[in-house]
């Protein structure tokens, strides 16, 4: 059936078939990827804002707990290790969860001009051309409405875009998606799913600043898609994919989403790398310094696309030639709090990654706490530089002693910032600078990969 569907500003039309609300996928439809990331972990309490239309509902049997008015204010709270629930003096629970705050969402097929029917649950990212030829994103359009040629219905959950607000410390942030609350550890745990693109849309203005090229912004969101997609499949049966810090990938959600990182994403959506067939773990970092190195000199495990490669692209005046000096107590301390007891330290000594550049193993030598003589080593070249403290284990060490010489201090310069796998972010914005695509600069930081479309599927 043709159909015209209107905003109340300008007539839209697409081919769709629309079944509201229906509960089952239809076979063959195209599934939509999801991550789970976790927002807050071990929390006693938390409280959260539906921006939008949305249900409560207990997963533990899928039912229907209530329905969430808008711009209602909630608090979840763990009470004898259980979940309950409260907003204007109604109180709902103990669940033992997971329970969810999700979405009241349309189903829709569209017909794409393939004369595929692909299925989507959301409005949101669902494009159409208005009468004046103009594009209208239809998950943020204020109202929606179906007409043929008997009558105009509004559609379902069509009004605005859906947001949940999470406090978060002094301040509410903002989400697409669901946030799902359940006990882990004894603390609760709030876990936002959503689209891997919706979630691209806050993790890549939060990773590289959205002024940079254009194609180094577009290498970014393949690498941050790659990075997520691979742990979706490593982290199968938990709770979560990912957290939303720097251990995984920094994910600020809605209220950090940029129009220049939004065209990057969409304009390389379902776009991954691929070696020997499977997703790559696709690693990256701020400055590489001058080289990347191989997987296993820095971690453990040899990748075949994790390789050591001179890196002339990357060239920046934040990260190179910092200097670090410690003097021996001062070291002494570093040691003590990375865990190694020293009482005190006569000698550090250095050996270096196959780019010459890295320290990838660093040996410690004096007298422990319990007065006899200890020894340390600190090998691969991420753990030398979190034991130091430092921004990169790309770093040379001079040692300074006095006239008995006894250790009293080291002079460290270094250039870089992180671990140097993979794609180096400085790197790819000189790449793009000179007129390099992002499949080029992916292919010169990732070797032995394959970029295709479709999630690889």
């Known amino acids: 059936m043709k159909l015209k569907v209107t905003t109340r500003q300008f007539p839209v039309f697409l081919s769709v078939i629309f079944s509201l609300l229906l509960p089952v996928v239809a076979e063959g439809a ?41 711009k209602e204010s909630w608090q979840v709270d763990l009470q004898a290790g259980q979940i309950m629930f409260q907003s204007s003096g109604k109180k709902f629970g103990p669940f033992s969860g997971p329970v969810v705050v999700q979405e009241n969402n349309t189903r829709i097929s569209v017909i794409a001009a ?21 594009s209208v994103n ?28 999470l406090l978060e410390g002094a301040e509410y942030k903002r989400y697409r998606g669901n946030i799902e609350f359940r006990v882990e550890s004894g603390g609760l745990v709030a876990i936002n799913e959503l689209n891997i693109e919706d979630y691209l849309r806050g993790v890549v203005p939060a990773e590289m600043p959205s002024s940079w090229p254009a194609e180094a912004l577009k290498a970014q969101a393949v690498v941050a898609r790659n990075y997520a997609l691979q742990k979706v499949e490593a982290t199968s049966g938990s709770s979560y994919n990912l957290t939303n810090d720097q251990f995984s990938q920094v994910y600020s959600g809605y209220d950090a989403e940029v129009s220049a990182t939004d065209k990057a994403i969409e304009e390389t959506r379902g776009v991954v790398m691929l070696n020997r067939g499977n997703l790559i773990s696709a690693f990256f970092h701020s400055s590489s310094g001058g080289y990347t190195e191989n997987s296993e000199d820095v971690w453990y495990n040899a990748l075949p696309y994790i390789k050591y490669k001179v890196d002339p692209y990357d060239k920046n005046n934040l990260h ?64 030398v530089r979190i034991a130091l403290g430092l921004k990169s284990a790309l770093f040379t060490l ?15 310069t270094g250039s870089g910032w992180g671990h140097g796998l993979g794609l180096s972010q400085w790197g790819a914005n000189g790449m793009a600078k000179q007129g390099y ?14 970029i295709v479309e479709n999630y690889g599927k």
């Open 30 to 70: 195209q599934k939509s990827e999801t991550v789970r990331v976790a927002l807050e972990r071990q929390a006693k309490s938390l409280s959260f804002i539906a921006n939008g239309d949305y249900q409560l509902i207990d997963l533990s049997n899928n039912k229907v707990i209530t329905k969430i008015g808008r």
């Open 114 to 134: 393939n004369k595929n029917v692909v299925e989507r649950i959301s409005m949101n990212d669902l494009v159409a051309l208005n009468a004046s030829e103009e």
């Open 138 to 165: 239809l998950g943020e359009n204020t109202s929606l409405y179906v007409r043929n040629d008997r009558a105009q219905k509004e559609l379902a959950s069509s009004s605005g875009l859906n947001l949940i607000s």
């Open 320 to 383: 190179y030639n910092w200097q670090v000096n410690y003097t021996a107590a001062q070291l002494l301390e570093v040691f003590k709090s990375a865990g190694y007891k020293f009482k005190n330290i006569t000698g550090i000594d250095t050996a270096y990654t196959a780019s010459g550049a890295r320290v990838k193993k660093l040996t410690v030598s004096g007298v422990g706490t319990d007065g006899k003589p200890l020894r340390a080593e600190i090998a691969n070249a991420d753990n």
């Open 398 to 412: 001079k040692k300074v002693y006095d006239k008995d010489k006894n250790l009293t201090g080291v002079n460290i």
């Open 437 to 450: 695509k992002y499949q080029d600069i992916l292919k010169y930081y990732y070797s032995e990969i394959n």
